[in-house]
């Protein structure tokens, strides 16, 4: 059965207890919009605080370390998320991989930790704009991908619960720019036929796989009618109640059309 749109907010370093009200604005807004699956992903110290309030939306991490525990000062595990109330995890995204030189091979250990620690993972891909300049995004994306994603061993009957591919072009994030809707819908395409044969049709053809970069009320819709697109992960426009929910209407709309 096809899952339902998923629109996740992610919050960044933004947020302290006074943001706490604009998640009880999305979690009342999210109950009466049933039809689209709405999360935020705040930083770490807001978890628990909109985990014991939110009735209806989800609340996940932006990031854990790959262990779970030992001398790492300042870093958090998947267990201490989860513990905090945390549903799933944000993996790999961008501004990790820049600004803390994570490898997709730390990101795959990451997204392991994740999955042991019964989080479901939300792991983002995206090409720079030299490399799409240049026409390999979708060999960039598709390798990155495949070198990031977790072992799922045997346990292959829940991948399309446990795991979504977010794809963000780094040059989309936080700039205004989009990407064509042509070039979303190949990679996504790109990214649905790696899925499938990696995971098999019935688990790797149902994973959601996200559309991120510059998401807002006004260019949500047509994003969200893109075939392949299951939702959307938001940056700026997730912090207030009001924008981000204007994208989950639009994704309920796109589903209904
Ligand atoms: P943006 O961020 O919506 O502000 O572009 C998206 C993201 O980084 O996930």
Redesign the pocket.
Known sequence: MPQRPYIVG?WKMHGTRAMLSEARAIDRAAQRHMKVEVAIAPPYTLIHPVHREAEQIAVGAQDCHHEEGGAHTGDISATMVADAGAKFVILG?S?RRQNHGESDALIKQKTNAALAAGLRIILCCGESEKTREAGKAVNFVKKQLKASLPDFGDDTDLISEKLTVAY?PIW???TGKTATVDDIAEMHAEIRTLLVSLYGEEQGGEVRILY????KPENASEILGTPEVGGA?????SLTADSFMGIALAAGDAEEG
């Open positions: 992610n995204h501004e963000e989309a994030i936080g991120g970069g510059s998401v992960l938001v940056g700026g426009a």
